[in-house]
């Protein structure tokens, strides 16, 4: 079990699809040495692995001269995770996917992550960065004591 | 990183007598699994594979790229009608398929048996 002190961890990975794994195993293994409870890291995993997609692809434009940071931030309840990247930022807020529109055609199969983040996670937003740079997604799962 | 998907096509017969298709994936389903997704299952005949079950019981990751390959071949079968239904999915992924509502034109099973009992 971790101590109560704030604890930090630090990744930084290539803009390269598949490296989000290293992140989603870092998370991960943060979150397990914190108690949480083996259905919350796998929410957990999801969610950082989708953050750090959108990163790759979206922020920074799979360009592997540019980097994505991950910040884990440990405290004594709770796990924040900031997935930085070089992009302007996502514009707009996560949307529900439609099942019925994806089978009609009237919606891109793909585009889940935001959505998928958002609901595997107690807190979720994205953040543009000053000069459309170092921006970031930052979210927050909660150790609750009661169901842990 | 991102390790290959494997597919494998099985032919089995359900307890009421149907045929039944069944797709193995096994490693990761991602935006890398294109040709193991849709290709394997673009190359059933589509007249004779009116049942289709994937095994998703040796995959260990599944990111929001391969739901949407999934979803894909979703519409395909639609098209040709075709009954998808599939198994093996962990406790997570069953919540995550279930959220996006993949679970209204795919029937998820815990394993093999249970799916084929119900076809």
Not at chain 1, 61 to 90: F, H, P, T, W
Not at chain 2, 22 to 50: C, H, M, P, W
């Amino acid at each position: 079990m971790m101590a109560s002190k704030p604890t930090s961890v630090e990744v930084r990975l290539p803009s390269r699809l598949g490296y989000e794994k290293v992140a989603m195993s870092t998370a991960a293994a943060v979150a397990k040495l914190m108690g949480f409870r083996e259905d919350r890291v796998e929410d957990l995993k999801t969610a950082v692995a989708e953050a750090c997609i959108n990163a790759i692809e979206h922020g920074n434009r799979l360009n592997e001269g540019l980097s994505v940071g991950v910040v884990l931030s440990a405290d004594a309840d709770r796990l924040e995770v900031k997935v930085i990247d070089d992009g302007k930022g996502m514009k707009g807020l996560p949307r529900k996917p439609d099942m019925d529109r994806k089978m009609h055609g009237e919606e891109d199969p793909r585009g889940m992550g935001m959505f998928l983040i958002q609901a595997l996670v107690d807190e979720a937003e994205w953040v543009a960065g000053a000069n459309g740079k170092s921006s970031y997604v930052r979210l927050v799962i909660r150790l609750d004591k009661d169901s842990e | 990183m991102q390790t290959d998907t494997k597919a494998r096509v099985d032919q089995l017969t359900s307890p009421a007598g149907h045929p039944v298709t069944v797709l193995r994936f096994e490693g990761d389903i991602a935006s890398t699994s294109k040709d193991a997704v849709l290709g394997t299952y673009q190359a059933l005949n589509k007249e004779t594979s009116r049942l289709v079950l994937l095994d998703f019981s040796k995959v260990d990751y599944i990111n929001s790229s391969g739901i949407a390959l999934v979803i894909q071949m979703l519409i395909e079968a639609a098209n040709s009608a075709q009954r998808v239904y599939a198994f093996g999915l962990s406790a997570h992924f069953t919540k995550v398929f279930t959220m996006v509502g993949i679970t209204k034109y795919a029937g998820l099973f815990p394993s093999q048996s249970e799916a084929l009992a119900a076809l």
